[in-house]
């Protein structure tokens, strides 16, 4: 029996493939099905973005809105399938795992892009953290202002500042980020993915509510109108629009590691197809549903996020819940994309510190009618730090649908396409100038017009709001 180090601690491994108890790998036995895996993509799907999606319909408008969006989850799920393909090297049952999107690129191609794909991955995922932050903080205001509003009976604007929320946000992150590893979130992944269906259903019924109460479907073919806005902003506004629906649908980033919890037989690529599929198809008709119908309800002037910034006041008791059920799910959403950077920092500090105490080392405390908890120093300290760091910089930049957008536009070309497509032609030999390489070429190449529009409109967005500015006192 040897040892092996796993997310920074020692476990007891017995020779490859020697126990009920373990993989082929040495590690503890994964238990991980399609409908985990299923879970843990939509918690990070179907997240924030969705309520930004009747804004982003609105920008492009009825035609162009629903055909985007299809467009976008086709190239979602092809493209995942492709990185699927990568998770082992060579065979696809016994060859080497590639824990890691870092390490699926290592594998397959190797050299300086392993570095840009980690700087991609990585900042992408902080990324994200703050978007979270921004978003649930914004939630929670709509809560209290809701109530506000009911209470005075629309005569109070009820503005308040957003630094209390983000902060009572991170206080929660920091106690949920001591959650070892990926395997052990599965539980908060489906209170979240329940979470997201609730507050997406919300907004769904309340948008056929307000249609119907409108007695007529808003909106037009080429989306909101030049007059309402400049020329220049609705361009800008239909490129941050790309951005949002990439958000929208951005979780490749994460894929390897979610099928890193999956258990074998049958191959993990098989059962990762079939819950890209389930999700993604789930995914797809749900924003179909909330974008159109949110735009359907409000036509130009559909709000940026649909649940918060009053485009619906009543019934104040539903919106309360909806609002809430954001807010649990963006603490499970928060983890499932911060997991694989915490990996990676503690495996690197095991990695560069083997005989370090305080960062290898595990303080065993007893935990009444559970397994003891495993307290690392390190992984306290280091986690809690990049909490309050987020949270920091949430509290500075909280710009909802431009963070949204440009996240989106920054992730979306190199992490959800051009990897994915590389390392599928490496890994299948396809030859150069063939047509199947000509076609993945082309869709890339594609991808990536798209990503550089969507980065533009976002940062055009940013400079708007930077104008009327000041740090630290944003109020909503």
């Avoid at 940026?304 to 954001?326: E, K, M, Q, S």
């Amino acid at each position: 029996m040897g040892e092996n180090q796993f997310f920074g601690f020692s476990i007891d491994v017995l020779p490859q493939g020697g126990s009920k108890c373990f993989d082929d790998d040495g590690r503890l036995k994964r238990t991980g099905t399609v409908w985990t895996a299923s879970a843990h993509i939509i918690t990070a799907v179907i997240g924030s973005g969705v309520l930004s999606l009747a804004w982003a319909t609105a920008q492009l408008g009825w035609i162009a809105g629903p055909v985007v969006m299809f467009l976008f989850s086709f190239v979602t799920y092809y493209t995942s399938t492709l990185l699927a393909a990568c998770y082992r090297s060579g065979d696809p049952v016994n060859g080497k795992r590639n824990y890691t999107y870092m390490e699926a690129v290592r594998s397959n191609l190797g050299g300086f892009k392993v570095k840009i794909c980690g700087w991609v991955q990585y900042l992408n995922l902080f990324g994200v953290a703050i978007g979270y932050t921004i978003a649930s903080a914004i939630s929670m205001m709509a809560i209290k202002r809701s109530n506000c509003f009911h209470a005075s009976g629309g005569k109070n604007p009820c503005h308040m500042n957003s630094n209390p929320y983000m902060i009572a946000f991170g206080i929660v992150e920091i106690i949920f980020s001591q959650i070892p590893d990926f395997d052990q979130l599965w539980w908060l992944s489906i209170v979240a993915a329940v979470m997201s269906f609730t507050y997406s259903t919300i907004g769904l019924g309340l948008g056929i509510a307000q249609v119907a109460a409108n007695g007529k479907i808003k909106g037009s073919l080429t989306g909101i109108t030049v007059g309402t806005v400049t020329r220049a902003q609705k361009m800008w506004g239909s490129f941050q629009a790309l951005g949002n629906i990439a958000f929208a649908y951005s979780y490749s980033l994460i894929l390897i590691e979610i099928q890193d919890t999956l258990k074998a037989p049958p191959a993990e690529s098989k059962t990762m197809k079939k819950a890209t599929l389930l999700s993604v198809g789930v995914t797809t008709i749900f924003y179909m549903l909330c974008g159109c119908m949110g735009y359907a309800a409000f036509g130009d002037l559909s709000p940026g996020n649909l649940l918060t910034d009053f485009g619906f006041y009543n019934p104040f008791w539903l919106l309360d819940i909806a609002n809430a059920a954001i807010v649990i799910h963006l603490v499970g959403a928060y983890q499932v994309y911060c997991q694989p950077l915490f990996a990676f920092i503690e495996k690197s500090a095991a990695e560069r510190f083997p005989n370090s105490e305080f960062i290898t080392e595990d303080i065993k405390i007893p935990v009444p009618g559970f397994r003891p908890y495993n307290l690392n120093l390190f992984r306290l300290v280091w986690r809690t730090l990049f909490v309050i760091l987020t949270t920091l910089i949430s509290m500075l930049l909280p710009f909802f649908n431009d963070i949204v957008g440009l996240l989106g536009a920054l992730g979306f070309w190199p992490l959800t396409v051009y990897f994915p497509v590389e390392m599928y032609i490496s890994q299948k030999n396809i030859p150069k100038w063939s047509k199947r390489w000509l076609c993945l070429q082309i869709l890339s190449m594609a991808c990536l017009v798209i990503t550089i529009a969507a980065t533009a409109g976002s940062i055009a967005g940013i400079i708007l709001d930077l104008k009327s500015y000041k740090p630290f006192s944003t109020s909503y």
